[in-house]
């Protein structure tokens, strides 16, 4: 806790602070000494390159393409952007490269406009790592901990006022005043507003002139390249791009803390956030991983010792079954010996414990994230972001309708009705209800194929396959299930992402919302089902011999010879484990093959050539490559919705069916160790830059996984209690015998009188609860109830613990909550006007209704700043002003 007079102190430095050049506000990478030059410049050298647009042309010039592109270029330069050509010959194409700088006067209006926030004061950054703490209080060494040269100075912020410029940090430097990634943001908001065609066709923005092929690609540039200087140089001489690959990407950082700040420093807050959530969950999965795999050993020692395995393995000829197909013969249970063991590993009291322990941590885990990612969205200047900061997206401006006065900021802001947008919006589920039946066909398929191929291999002449039949069956069964599982996933994406623009969401937080949750419950289904189907489906409703019950005249599936569990452990590690290896070896290979082969593509034949916008004559001449050419040659970023989904939909397989596979959580742990290197490499070295992005939290995936662990304790309580033999052999212990001798023969049924006559009185056992008459016995429904109950005390007190952890750990951890009311005061005192970031009072307008809607023709966006844009008494009032739609 301060003291008063610290805070006096602090108080009193707050407008007064002076600057120096080593701590300017901006990029940190401009700041470090010793590094080379700057080459991402215009021919003057001094006029910096914030953006990049690329075109090709060959033989065949599409002149809708050209006459598009020569407006919205002309719009840009009438907006007050500078550029700059550069042309590139190849044998059959010419590559055009613009390039785009905003003037100081721009950057002001707009940093005004997206409600850019700025620096007030320097503040000593927490230290965010529990762990660190913890060994730092007791002296110890920290092995997680390395010394990342140049870290991002943390400063008290407020939104950008062009009037109150001289009031912020580091003003008097124009150059680093913003930060690059800041002055991306505004650039890509003016190139996302700036018609080019027809406004009420849509013809609006640089997103759709690259989807369409009139620019091949729109991006800001890397700051320098990512390889280390040789011979080398001191740390402190590094870029930020090369800190990053020396400190973040590289394989030999597994075992680090990652540079969060200079990840957001260099990429924004959306995507460090990602990385800042992946690293949480994977420290997190170190308990996990550990009580499971304990769980797991547990098992080896059953094997030895469990009483009903040695019955089995030792029951000789004692226990005929029944056959498992019509066509199938009888067989021995003490054939199953190494299965029923196998099974063991899966299927033991730990897996009780384990449950638990999973649901509990689920929940503590989404709590304790609640508090790291408030302390990291205050420290990163986010913390309003969505409540107040936001600006609807581009699209959504140029193609919306109408507009409505914002009754929190009281800025017009474009709108689209509400009725329309539910309209379309439920269309959508129905697609979304339609894509959910075919999943369901291809279920439904797979069970048949299953059944059909079992029989298919027991009537062949191979009698090593004919033992293995169903085991077979299965395999292949969830290797095809895994297969269709990734194909449905790409033909829905594309669907949702065609649905989730037809809707026509105002901020890109919503649209992003949107289209996740549509795929989530798309997905949900698609990977789940199988999994559910084997676990509280499949053996349910077979029947008994003499009556056994059909699907399309097939005989439904029995679980295998080992039981459903060990099934279920099969499906969950074929498709988790399966679907993480192709993911991986996806993420490896596949950036590398496309780069090569961009790079191939595009590698120069000829000269470089080189013209000016301003026509002089063209210049042949031989250097090295640009870096906007270097570029080009890399990967179109994809942004982080695959990764999260693949994050999100294994945190499923590791708490929705723990209890049937407690080595899940280890294989997530060894996956994200190695997915946050290929991540981390990809964005350094093989994507283009993206534009920064920012963000609050983590969007829906929260309400996803909190929705995930809810449905957790719910499968693994039915999961004990049904698939598992944990509840049957604690009834058979107090109700028969403490030592669980001759528990297999309770568990095993007679057929019936009426089958035996049919089958020349040959008597079989199957496994269930049932007399001689084929009807229930008494045990069944004792252990019905029990199993019942047992799911409603199961679920009542791990909900319950749940929520105890929820009301005693604070979303918001105290330190934080007193330096955002002490960021308010000092931006309020900074500004010196009835402002504060969490409301704003705009005089005159008191009382504004939200439906103040009139129609929109061609509109002129409303100033939000004290300054017009530059250039801008230059626009005619009938054409579209530049930037607005």
């Known amino acids: 806790m301060r003291r008063r007079g610290d805070q006096r102190d602090d108080s009193a430095t707050l407008i007064a602070m002076e600057t120096s050049p080593d701590s300017n506000y901006g990029s940190i990478a401009t700041n470090a000494p010793g590094q080379h030059r700057d080459r991402n410049v215009f021919r003057d050298g001094s006029t910096g390159v914030d953006f990049v647009l690329v075109w090709e042309e060959r033989k065949g010039v599409d002149s809708a393409h050209a006459k598009f592109r020569e407006e919205f270029l002309k719009r840009l330069r009438r907006c007050g952007l500078l550029q700059e050509q ?109 018609p080019y065609g027809s406004v009420k066709k849509g013809e609006v923005g640089i997103d759709r002139l690259v989807s369409e092929q009139v620019f091949t690609a729109a991006y800001p540039l890397h700051q320098g390249d990512f390889r280390l200087p040789s011979p080398p140089v001191p740390p402190n001489c590094l870029g930020l791009r090369q800190i990053l690959y020396a400190y973040w990407a590289q394989w030999s950082c597994w075992k680090r803390y990652q540079p969060l700040d200079h990840i957001r420093e260099y990429f924004g807050e959306k995507i460090a956030l990602y990385f800042a959530w992946i690293g949480f969950y994977t420290a997190w999965l170190l308990p996990a991983s550990l009580v499971g795999t304990v769980i797991f050993l547990i098992g080896f020692g059953l094997m030895a010792t469990d009483v009903p395995a040695k019955e089995v393995c030792n029951s000789g000829n004692r226990f005929i079954m029944c056959p498992i197909c019509n066509i199938c013969s009888y067989w021995n249970y003490s054939s199953i010996c190494s299965t029923y063991k196998a099974g063991l590993l899966f299927d033991n009291g730990g897996t009780v414990f384990l449950s638990v322990f999973m649901s509990l941590w689920a929940v503590t885990f989404l709590e304790y994230w609640k508090r790291t990612c408030s302390s990291l969205s205050h420290r990163w200047d986010c913390s309003d972001f969505q409540d107040i900061e936001e600006r609807p997206r581009p699209e959504f401006t140029a193609m919306a309708p109408m507009t409505v006065r914002n009754p929190v900021t009281g800025a017009e802001e474009p709108y689209f009705p509400e009725k329309t947008r539910l309209n379309r919006t439920v269309t959508g589920c129905m697609v979304i209800i339609i894509m959910v039946a075919v999943v369901l066909m291809f279920l439904i398929a797979i069970i048949l194929y299953r059944t059909i191929l079992s029989i298919v291999i027991y009537k062949s002449d191979f009698s090593f396959f004919n033992f293995s039949a169903g085991r077979i069956a299965s395999l292949s069964g969830s290797v095809l299930n895994l297969l269709v599982i990734l194909l449905l996933s790409r033909v829905y994406t594309a669907l949702a992402h065609i649905l989730t623009r037809w809707e026509m969401h105002r901020t890109q937080t919503k649209y992003e919302d949107m289209f996740i949750l549509k795929v989530f419950i798309f997905q949900f289904v698609n990977f789940y089902s199988s999994p559910v189907y084997i676990a509280f489906f499949k053996g349910r409703f077979v029947g008994y011999p003499g009556n056994y019950n059909t699907l399309f005249g097939v005989r439904n599936e029995d679980c295998g010879a080992g039981g459903c569990l060990i099934e279920l452990a099969q499906e969950l590690l074929v498709i988790m484990v399966g679907k993480q290896l192709i993911n991986n070896i996806q993420e490896f290979i596949s950036p590398k093959l496309k780069s090569w082969w961009q790079k191939r593509k595009l590698r120069p034949q000829l000269k470089e050539k080189k013209k000016e916008v301003d026509g ?266 530049p930037g607005s739609s």
């Not at 409600?115 to 730092?136: F, I, M, T």
């Not at 002089?616 to 970023?637: K, S, T």
């Not at 009834?731 to 030592?739: E, L, P, Q, V």
């Not at 791990?798 to 002490?822: A, N, Q, S, Y």
Request: aromatic content about 12%; charged content about 20%.
């Open 86 to 194: 550069r042309v590139v010959l190849q044998e059959k194409k010419k590559t055009s490269f613009i390039l785009l700088s905003a003037p100081w006067s721009l950057l002001c209006y707009y940093a005004e406009e997206i409600s850019l926030r700025v620096p007030l004061q320097v503040v000593e950054a927490p230290n965010l790592n529990w762990s660190e703490q913890v060994l730092s209080k007791l002296s110890l060494p920290n092995p997680l901990s390395q010394d990342v040269p140049n870290p991002p100075a943390d400063y008290y912020t407020c939104q950008f006022r062009t009037n109150k410029l001289q009031r912020f940090l580091g003003s008097d430097h124009q150059e680093t005043f913003f930060k690059t990634t800041q002055r991306h943001q505004v650039l890509y908001e003016i190139l996302a507003r700036t």
């Open 616 to 881: 002089e004559e063209a210049q042949e001449e031989e250097e090295e490559v640009c870096p906007w050419e270097d570029d080009y040659q890399l990967l179109v970023c994809e942004g982080l919705f695959s990764e999260y989904l693949e994050m999100v939909l294994q945190f499923g397989f590791i708490t929705i069916f723990v209890a049937a596979c407690p080595l899940a959580p280890l294989f997530a742990l060894i996956n994200n160790w190695v997915e946050i290197r290929l991540d981390a490499h990809k964005f350094v070295t093989e994507y283009r830059r993206p534009v920064a992005e920012r963000a609050q939290d983590i969007g829906i995936w929260f309400p996803i996984l909190q929705f995930i662990t809810h449905m957790a304790v719910l499968s693994n309580a039915f999961l004990i209690a049904f698939t598992s033999s944990f509840l049957p052999r604690l009834y058979y212990r107090y109700t028969r015998d403490s030592t669980l001798s001759g528990f297999i023969s309770f568990t095993l049924a007679t057929t019936p009188h009426t089958f035996n006559q049919q089958h020349h009185n040959a008597s079989c056992r199957y496994r269930g609860f049932r007399d001689e008459n084929g009807e229930y016995l008494p045990e069944y429904f004792h252990l019905l109830a029990i199993r019942l109950g047992f799911i409603i005390v199961f679920e009542h007190v791990v909900f319950f613990i749940g929520r105890l952890i929820d009301l005693m750990v604070p979303d918001i951890p105290e330190e934080v909550e007193l330096k955002i009311k002490r960021e308010h005061y000092m931006a309020k005192e900074a500004l010196a006007e009835n402002q504060s970031l969490g409301k704003t009072m705009i005089p005159g307008h008191k009382d504004i209704p939200s439906s103040s809607l009139r129609q929109r023709g061609s509109r002129t966006s409303p100033p939000q700043s004290d300054s017009p844009p530059p250039n801008l008494k230059e626009i005619p009032e009938e054409s579209d002003p």
